[in-house]
């Protein structure tokens, strides 16, 4: 089935500030424009900032709702609270445009919202990264201090297997030197003997 050509407008009333209507129409959006300010209850007349020609009308007007309704600018309807460019941008960026209109300088309005788009995002990354280097540069001193403290560790075991092992040769040398010194005494205890045996005979 070909696709249908139709528009897709923005609208603005001075009796609602802050508020556009997204819709799509197979009539001109200006006389749809006057259908809605004919209704009962509307204070102003509403006003065709913006219309575009495009395939698919109907289709483009759903995926433009979708897309504000997610952004949060979703009011009541087909009723959002955002800036009219932001509803432009959002068509634009939804289909082929055929044949466009405005009354405001929306290529200025939406390359400046693009740049601050643009500006944001470098922002983030460039605090994604100074988090990630902080991140390192804290593993990297943790992980200095936890070995510097293994090392300081293993110098005081070796220090104390050094000392049991001083103490212990020199408790083994002394008992050595008294044991010689028995030896020696017991020797001469028996060679006095040995002398006095043989003087007796």
């Known amino acids: 089935m070909a696709d249908k050509d139709g528009w897709v407008y923005v609208l603005t009333n001075e009796a609602m500030p802050g508020l556009v209507k997204v819709g799509q129409t197979y ?3 200006e006389i749809r424009a006057q259908e809605l300010s004919s209704e009962t209850g509307v204070a102003a007349q509403y006003v065709v900032v913006y219309k575009a020609f495009v395939p698919n009308y109907e289709q483009v007007e759903k995926i433009v709702h979708n897309k504000l309704k997610s952004a949060g ?6 009723f959002f609270k955002c800036e009219t460019f932001e509803a432009i941008r959002h068509i634009r960026d939804s289909t082929t445009i055929k044949f466009e209109e405005s009354k405001e300088d929306v290529d200025r309005q939406i390359r400046q919202q693009k740049e601050l788009e643009e500006k944001q995002k470098a922002l983030a990354a460039q605090q994604e990264a100074e988090r990630q280097r902080t991140a390192k540069e804290k593993e990297r001193q ?3 201090q936890k070995l510097a403290a293994e090392a300081e560790a293993r110098k005081k075991e ?3 297997k050094a000392g049991n092992w001083k103490g212990t040769h020199q408790t083994g040398c ?10 020696l005494a017991i020797a001469s205890i028996g060679l006095v003997g040995v002398l006095t045996l043989v003087g007796a005979m």
Do not use: M
């Open 158 to 160: 070796s220090a104390e």
């Open 174 to 183: 002394g008992t050595l030197i008294i044991n010689i010194f028995v030896v």
């Open 73 to 78: 600018k979703h009011y009541n309807k087909e």
């Open 142 to 144: 943790e992980t200095e």
């Open 27 to 29: 009539k001109t959006p």
